[in-house]
């Protein structure tokens, strides 16, 4: 069966601290994995996307890293800022449809204190 | 930003009503989606189209209907409410071109009393 999983459910952390959300998942034949943020009310906006034979991909200072051999991920978040207080989602990608089927993680919901 | 918009963005009506939710994007993409999002859990897909007069239902059994009439608009219609379709409802696009990237609206948060 398909699926995302992604730990840890929440978090909280200070100003300016980094944080690593991580993802893993058994979706196959694998495409792509895409890391979204959305913020409370929100529709996700796609943060980074990373193929097969991609390792790291940054994004300001957001930095996602992919193991596909492991089918796992995370997401690094350099000096927090409030504004990156959201949801953020891992989103696999499988080759074998043409819709471009996507398998949702229920995400990590952070929260930045001042 | 992306080019999708939804209204209402926030909708509280009773029960036995009736209800579209209305998607329309600019950016001409042929795959359109509708997505049911409860509070902390995963996106579900509940009805998608590959292009107009195509619409097809997703994975998550839903009640509601939608129409493709036109490539830009893919409206979403309850015919009658109820309480157990109170849910975030959340519409997206995508095309060959984008790599499988779906943009998504700001969604419509649906309350049913």
């Known amino acids: 069966k398909n699926q995302v999983e992604q730990s840890p459910q929440s978090l909280i952390i200070l100003e300016g601290k980094n944080c690593t959300l991580q993802?893993?998942?058994?979706?196959?034949?694998?495409?792509?994995l895409r890391w979204y943020k959305q913020d409370t009310g929100r529709g996700p906006v796609s943060l980074t996307i990373?193929?097969?034979?991609?390792n790291t991909k940054s994004n300001g200072r957001y930095t996602a890293t992919l193991d596909a051999d492991t089918k796992q991920s995370s997401l690094h978040i350099t000096a927090s800022q409030l504004s990156d207080s959201a949801s953020y989602i891992c989103v696999v990608s499988d080759r074998g449809s043409t819709l471009g089927r996507l398998y949702f993680g229920r995400g990590t919901q952070l929260t930045v204190w001042p | 930003e992306a080019d999708i918009y939804q209204t209402p963005r926030y909708l509280v009506i009773g029960t036995g009503k009736k209800i579209t939710l209305e998607c329309s994007q600019t950016m001409g993409h042929d795959k359109m989606y509708w997505y049911q999002q409860d509070p902390g859990m995963e996106l579900h897909l509940i009805h998608y189209?590959?292009?107009?007069?195509?619409?097809e239902k997703g994975d998550l059994s839903s009640e509601s209907t939608v129409s493709r009439i036109r490539t830009e608009h893919f409206p979403l219609t309850l015919e009658s409410a109820r309480p157990s379709h109170t849910s975030q409802y959340l519409c997206a696009s995508s095309d060959e071109g984008t790599a499988n990237e779906q943009f998504f609206g700001p969604g419509t948060r649906l309350t049913v009393l």
């Open positions: 993802c893993n998942y058994t979706v196959s034949p694998f495409s792509n």
């Open positions: 990373m193929t097969f034979s991609e």
């Open positions: 189209s590959y292009g107009v007069n195509s619409t």
